[in-house]
């Protein structure tokens, strides 16, 4: 089975950007749709992007729209998101999440395998 373990979170400052990198353990990560979502305390888990098995079809959660890109590289067994003009507001934990359907998905109980979380923290 999938695992997933997300990196390049870190601090960043209003306006910059960061790109974060969630590696999978195998092979079998071609056939998931792929997911980011975030999420801060006391709140629930955010749909931020989401991305199908090919990296045909792409979906992204309003607040981030025009921002937020999501990319795959299944030869390297890899989802990005890269985050431009960063907002005090998309401080938070980010996971990325496996689904097995293939395709994209809004919904946290679509997916069945999620990373530890990294976190993205923009200053003002």
């Known amino acids: 089975q999938v695992q997933l373990v997300e990196s390049g979170g870190g601090l960043v400052q209003a306006g910059g950007s960061l790109k974060l990198s969630c590696a999978a353990s195998?092979?079998?990560?071609?056939?998931?749709?792929m997911g980011w979502f975030r999420q801060t305390p006391g709140k629930e888990r955010e749909f931020v992007a989401a991305?199908?098995?090919?990296?045909?079809?792409?979906d992204y959660g309003d607040s981030v729209k025009g921002r937020f890109t999501i990319s795959r590289n299944n030869a390297e067994n890899t989802v990005y998101l890269q985050m431009n003009n960063l907002k005090p507001e998309d401080t938070a934990v980010y996971y990325c999440?496996?689904?097995?359907?293939?395709?994209?998905?809004?919904?946290?109980?679509?997916?069945?395998?999620w990373g530890q979380g990294t976190q993205v923290t923009v200053s003002s």
């Open positions: 195998d092979s079998s990560f071609s056939i998931y749709g």
């Open positions: 991305i199908n098995w090919g990296g045909s079809t792409t």
């Open positions: 999440a496996a689904n097995p359907w293939g395709e994209t998905s809004r919904q946290v109980a679509a997916y069945e395998k």
